[in-house]
T-cell receptor
Framework: ELKVEQNPLFLSMQEGKNYTIYCNYS?????LYWYRQDPGKSLESLFV?????AVKQEGRLMASLDTKARLSTLHITAAVHDLSATYFC????????????FGKGTKLSVKP | DTAVSQTPKYLVTQMGNDKSIKCEQN?????MYWYKQDSKKFLKIMFS?????LIINETVPNRFSPKSPDKAHLNLHINSLELGDSAVYFC???WGRGYEQYFGPGTRLTVT
């Protein structure tokens, strides 16, 4: 069974602190996506990681992909309240042709 | 302009009814998807549709059927609604399989 496991599932942070969300997956893939979802809203694409060693940064968020370890990380630097949301990683298994397998999501709460 | 739109945004109906959810994208994408997000926020692929080729997630009951009148539209028809069908349904589109997916705003379906 294909599995995509995120941890932690819940994360409460103080503003200004750093933290990392982990996404492990059990299948061969060279495509991984990170999405953000605010309560009651749609999914917003954050990062598309398409190869081993890919690293992308946008503002206070940085994502990386290690296809050999089947691991992606989403690192948060100097968290601010506006980053509070649920973050999902999604894996495109090799040969699946885009049928993404999502992790359960990490609900991030940044407190002042 | 909304890139991926869905109607209706909310849908409340009784068990046993048949209903449809509409999805339209104006991005010129070739591939469209339907996802289901349950009450625990878990996202699961239901269908993908590309150039009239339909890939169905094997766990989706055959009461669910996608219908695509043209490349810009992928509607979801549900027969004999059950309580367990209550969820948020998201439509998404992409340039092709394996490309970044853009999500619609979601349709919250409540079956009573």
């Amino acid at each position: 069974e294909l599995k995509v496991e995120q941890n932690p599932l819940f994360l409460s942070m103080q503003e200004g602190k750093n933290y990392t969300i982990y996404c492990n997956y059990s299948t061969t893939s060279d495509r991984l996506y990170w999405y953000r979802q605010d309560p009651g809203k749609s999914l917003e694409s954050l990062f598309v990681l398409l190869s081993n060693g890919a690293v992308k940064q946008e503002g206070r968020l940085m994502a990386s992909l290690d296809t050999k370890a089947r691991l992606s990380t989403l690192h948060i630097t100097a968290a601010v309240h506006d980053l509070s949301a649920t973050y999902f990683c999604a894996v495109d298994p090799l040969g699946s042709q885009g049928n993404l397998i999502f992790g359960k999501g990490t609900k991030l709460s940044v407190k002042p | 302009d909304t890139a991926v739109s869905q109607t209706p945004k909310y849908l409340v109906t009784q068990m046993g009814n048949d209903k449809s959810i509409k999805c339209e994208q104006n991005l010129g994408h070739d591939t469209m998807y339907w996802y289901k997000q349950d009450s625990k926020k878990f996202l699961k692929i239901m269908f993908s549709y590309n150039n009239k080729e339909l890939i169905i997630n094997e766990t989706v009951p055959n009461r669910f059927s996608p219908k695509s009148p043209d490349k810009a539209h992928l509607n979801l028809h549900i027969n004999s609604l059950e309580l367990g069908d209550s969820a948020v349904y998201f439509c998404a589109s992409a340039w092709g399989r394996g490309y970044e997916q853009y999500f619609g705003p979601g349709t919250r379906l409540t079956v009573t």
